[in-house]
DNA sequence: AGCCCCGACACGTTAATATG
DNA sequence: CATATTAACGTGTCGGGGCT
């Protein structure tokens, strides 16, 4: 029963760090004077989100700005891991020169892997911390709380606090130092946001297996001494760290990047942050992407058969109409505008006579083309992964060209699947209705596979942000790793 | 050690959607 | 008109990685 009462405890506790609007509201209705720029306090979280991002801008714009965040490195010493109970022993912090330090008296026993490792141990009768046996001023949590604000005050500029793994330690043991002091609302009023940096470097070089400040420090600084876990030297070696020179191309984008990503809307999030992880980058290796399209008789995959395949590349066009193995369907008739006269294997395209080849030439000739390029090929297309591809490949192995078709080709990408990542508050993303918003003067011959495929072309490399196109794009030809696990032809298709 | 967050998988279900 | 795939859920399990 007590060991109940005692969760239940634990848990409100718990609570309170994760809701507590509390101070949060009573943050806004504080923060005074010259942020005039938050106008209600609905609107504060949203403002303090694009609040950040300024700090990717000190590489631009000197940093002439006063509101710009600026980030002190901290460390803190503990008497043990649980965030809610263990106490303060020690706290650094360091911005340019500029250095903090101060010890606490711990308000609780401290516990045995501290005292081996922070070499502070404490008297309670005496009163007195001793750092690696020898006596050292310590101060009362609230008093070097107190003078650790201070300190970040005398800034007079918005504050980032980077620490390692703070996300999920120093950051949420300071919180709960601090609300229990009654010194949240001062501290927030100038901190406004943590920056964890193991995160930062976890995401930076993922190569590294092991991302402990420890780590990192022998990996990168071998020739700086420190004592671990001194939190002045931790910061110090944070500091350094982060500010290396290789790091540097990174420094103006990683801890800026990180700083902007937390969005850290006190205390709201404090306990549960969210860094949306980096996608992986892909290999260096870049295939060309090949758009193309396909025309058939009808919409089964299996049983219908090629009228038209086209294909382009920058400038470089393929084209070939085919004789169908079977009846074209009323569908296809009407819209592909394509029609076939068994008797005399004549193709007709609206009507005139078109030179068309048989399905096992007109293939070939594809599968020559795309080898033209000698390059690893990504083949696009609108709706691939459900359409074209499935049939493509379908059509090679029937004709004993799969194996060379997919030496060259590493995937499908479905543009379709694009534009609806892209766009999502399109309710239609099909080819049609894509090319009519966005190329509105363009004049094409829908269910034309050349026209079809030219369109594809433009609407992908036409649209503003290219960037994020690139990387979506890539991204959705990854997925069609599934049709080669192993850089072979496997079956997901029946 | 104690903790806990996360991401990775591995399932299953459902609704939406584009292709000729 | 056929139809497979996907995203978006929800669930559950497992192991890794950090802090003092």
């Not at 005074?32 to 631009?60: A, G, I, M, Q």
């Not at 306990?271 to 058939?296: A, C, G, R, S």
């Not at 060379?404 to 399109?426: E, H, R, W, Y």
């Amino acid at each position: 029963m007590d060991s109940n009462r005692h969760d239940s405890d634990k848990s409100t506790i718990k609570k309170a760090h994760k809701v507590s609007p509390e101070p949060c509201t009573s943050k806004h209705s504080k923060h005074d004077t010259h942020s005039e720029d938050r106008t209600t306090n609905s609107n504060v979280f949203n403002k303090r989100e694009t609040d950040v991002p300024v700090v990717l801008k000190t590489k631009k714009e000197k940093r002439k700005t006063d509101e710009t965040p600026i980030v002190v490195y901290f460390d803190l010493e503990t008497t043990g891991l649980d965030v809610k109970t263990e106490s303060l022993t020690q706290i650094a912090a360091q911005f340019g020169d500029k250095k903090f330090s101060t010890y606490i008296k711990p308000r609780c026993r401290i516990g045995k892997w501290a005292l081996e490792n922070t070499y502070l141990k404490y008297d309670s009768k005496s009163s007195t911390l001793y750092y690696r046996g020898q006596n050292v001023s310590s101060k009362e949590p609230p008093e070097a709380l107190k003078d650790f604000i201070h300190f970040l005050k005398s800034f007079r500029r918005p504050i980032i606090l980077a620490a390692h793994f703070c996300h999920k330690f120093d950051a949420q043991i300071l919180y709960k130092q601090l609300i229990d002091f009654k010194l949240w609302e001062l501290f927030s009023s100038v901190v406004t946001g943590f920056a964890d940096t193991c995160v930062m470097f976890q995401n930076f070089k993922p190569a590294l297996r092991c991302h402990k400040l420890e780590a990192l420090a022998s990996f990168y600084l071998p020739a700086e001494k420190f004592s671990l876990h001194n939190a002045v030297d931790d910061t110090r070696i944070l500091k350094s760290l982060v500010e290396k020179k290789e790091m540097k191309i990174c420094y103006g984008m990683t801890v800026s990047k990180h700083a902007t990503k937390l969005n850290y809307t006190f205390p709201k999030n404090l306990v549960n942050i969210n860094i949306p992880q980096e996608k992986k980058t892909t290999k260096d290796e870049t295939p060309i992407v090949v758009y193309f399209d396909l025309e058939t008789t009808g919409l089964d995959v299996v049983k219908e058969s090629l009228t038209q395949i086209a294909a382009q590349f920058d400038d470089q066009t393929f084209s070939v109409y085919i004789r169908p193995r079977g009846p074209i369907g009323r569908w296809a008739l009407e819209n592909t505008h394509l029609s076939y006269d068994r008797k005399s294997l004549t193709l007709y395209y609206k009507g005139k006579k078109v030179t068309s080849k048989e399905p096992q030439d007109a293939l070939k000739d594809f599968v020559d083309f795309l080898k033209s390029f000698s390059r690893p090929i990504i083949l696009a297309a609108h709706f691939c992964h459900q359409f074209d591809a499935q049939i493509l490949y379908k059509q090679l192995v029937d004709h004993h060209l799969w194996e060379d078709f997919s030496s060259i080709v590493n995937g499908f990408a479905d543009t379709c699947l694009m534009f609806q990542k892209l766009k999502p508050s399109l309710k239609y993303h099909k080819l049609e209705a894509l090319a009519s918003k966005f190329l509105p003067d363009e004049r094409f011959s829908l269910h034309n596979a050349v026209d079809d495929t030219r369109i594809l072309k433009s609407l992908v490399e036409k649209q503003g942000k290219v960037d994020m196109l690139r990387n979506e794009f890539f991204q959705t030809c990854l997925q069609t790793k599934q049709y080669f696990p192993k850089g072979r032809a496997v079956l997901r298709f029946r």
